[in-house]
């Protein structure tokens, strides 16, 4: 198989949300509400949940937003960037009585890799717009919004975009590991789990 590509096990990704929880919880404290943009970040949102809250503290709330990567067909150069299409966005449900809005929440937005960037930038940038159009409707105040980002991991290259650090009010932005510019393997996308795991282990990613 190819060492083109980066294999990473599940429990590389399983400790690398562990770690990444202690420096969350110690640097920006608790978040109140998870925000896993799907279908990559499923998985790692699920997983550092569980190192982010103490025992007998009640779960952190995840919300999913579904977010997928177009080719811009229409620009006429494949120079310029790709747009993001939303399939999923929040839907507080059922929570609606205790949990109405991100209005002055610690919220962690989670993925599985940062390549571009381009993902990102539109979740925080939206995300953060509409907080404010919420809190604007309300004549509520969202002055404590907090807005971190973890990653499981971010490919070292060059970005098509930026994260704007002026929207997240003190929130973090964290990646488990930095890779090279490689295509990265992850478990839940592999047909044989076993070999993966093997070649993972071989590269140190276990
Ligand atoms: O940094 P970027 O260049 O924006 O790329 C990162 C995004 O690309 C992948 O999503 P994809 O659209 O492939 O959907 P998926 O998560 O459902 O696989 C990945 O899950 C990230 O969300």
Not at 40 to 62: A, C, M
Not at 93 to 103: E, R
Request: glycine residues 8%; charged residues 25%; proline residues 2%.
């Amino acid at each position: 198989m190819s060492q083109d590509k980066i294999y990473i096990s599940y429990d590389c990704v399983h400790k690398l949300c562990q770690k990444a929880a202690d420096q969350i919880l110690s640097t920006v404290g608790k978040p109140d509400v998870i925000v896993a943009i799907g279908g990559g970040g499923f998985i790692p949102s699920r997983i550092i949940r569980t190192f982010l809250r103490h025992q007998g503290e009640k779960n952190i709330p995840i919300q999913a937003i579904g977010l997928s990567l177009y080719e811009d067909l229409g620009t006429g150069s494949d120079s310029i960037g790709k747009e993001v299409i939303r399939t999923q966005w929040l839907d507080f449900g059922a929570l609606a009585q205790h949990f109405d809005s991100l209005i002055g929440k610690n919220i962690l937005i989670v993925d599985e890799v940062d390549d571009t960037r381009t993902t990102l930038h539109y979740a925080l940038t939206e995300l953060y717009n509409d907080v404010k159009e919420n809190a604007e409707k309300l004549g509520k105040d969202m002055g404590n919004t907090k807005f971190s980002i973890f990653v499981v991991n971010n490919k070292l290259k060059e970005k098509r975009a930026e994260i704007d650090e002026s929207l997240m009010n003190g929130g973090m932005y964290l990646s488990g590991e930095d890779v090279p510019d490689k295509w990265i393997a992850y478990p839940w996308e592999s047909s044989d789990i076993d070999t993966h795991t093997k070649l993972a282990k071989e590269q140190g990613n276990n």
